[in-house]
């Protein structure tokens, strides 16, 4: 079945420093590729998506691109913040659900 | 819109009683969808709603748990008898016509069975 696989985390890194966590996937067909962000004490709410290959999403200096050759949908960002630590969630929807990766906890030191 | 409200927000209760989760999805929305977390588990998908009818409920662990959406805006998730291992923050999540995979989440019930 479809499945999605992220790297493990936790990733600590300095105030400004690149970001890149890496999101790989399974599936039949060309699904839509998401990635959520979890900040603590709240809900999953939707960073970016792509929805065909080439795509780029980005959002908050936050971005990823739908690469079909590699099945891969990297997080990345230029220069991160304290107040980017969070859980990162890679997904994919298939068959009206969404397929999860186990999550990334990012935690960022001033 | 006031997003997806889940209440209550904490629940702490004794091995074997009744536990009922409320949320109300955001209005227009036509998924509902049910989760648990933990950090043995991770994010689990345990049941969800098309127009209010059960879809796939293949994630709830066992008789125990339940769910239900009388209408369009109130789902609810019952645990009953309740066990220590029920502890989880449980999630529900909608999301709306056309973009079903757009999913919007709530605030969350940390529930702790002692």
């Known amino acids: 079945g479809d499945s999605v696989t992220q790297m493990e985390g936790p990733v600590t890194l300095s105030e400004e420093a690149f970001l890149t966590i890496n999101c790989t996937y399974t599936?039949?067909?060309?699904?839509?590729l998401f990635w959520y962000v979890q900040y603590p004490g709240e809900g999953l709410q939707l960073l970016l998506k792509?929805?065909?290959a080439d795509d780029k999403g980005s959002n908050k200096g936050f971005e990823a691109t739908y690469r079909k050759e590699t099945t891969s949908f990297h997080l990345e960002k230029g220069s991160v913040q304290v107040s980017d630590s969070a859980v990162y969630f890679c997904?994919?929807?298939?068959?009206?659900?969404?397929?999860w990766g186990a999550g990334t906890k990012l935690i960022i030191k001033p | 819109d006031a997003g997806v409200i889940q209440s209550p927000r904490h629940e702490v209760t004794e091995m074997g009683q009744e536990v009922t989760l409320r949320c109300k999805p955001i209005?227009?929305?036509?998924?509902l969808f049910w989760y648990r977390q933990t950090m043995m588990r991770g994010l689990e998908l345990l049941i969800y709603?098309?127009?209010?009818?059960?879809?796939?409920d293949s994630g709830m662990p066992e008789d125990r748990f339940s769910a239900k959406m009388p209408n369009a805006s109130f789902s609810t998730l019952k645990i009953q008898p309740s066990e220590p291992r029920d502890s989880a923050v449980y999630f529900c999540?909608?999301?709306?016509?056309?973009?079903?995979?757009?999913?919007?989440f709530g605030p969350g019930t940390r529930l702790t069975v002692t």
């Open positions: 999540a909608s999301s709306g016509i056309g973009q079903h995979y757009e999913q919007y």
């Open positions: 599936a039949t067909g060309y699904p839509s």
């Open positions: 209005s227009g929305h036509d998924y």
């Open positions: 709603f098309n127009n209010n009818v059960p879809i796939d």
């Open positions: 792509a929805t065909k």
């Open positions: 997904a994919l929807n298939s068959n009206y659900q969404l397929i």
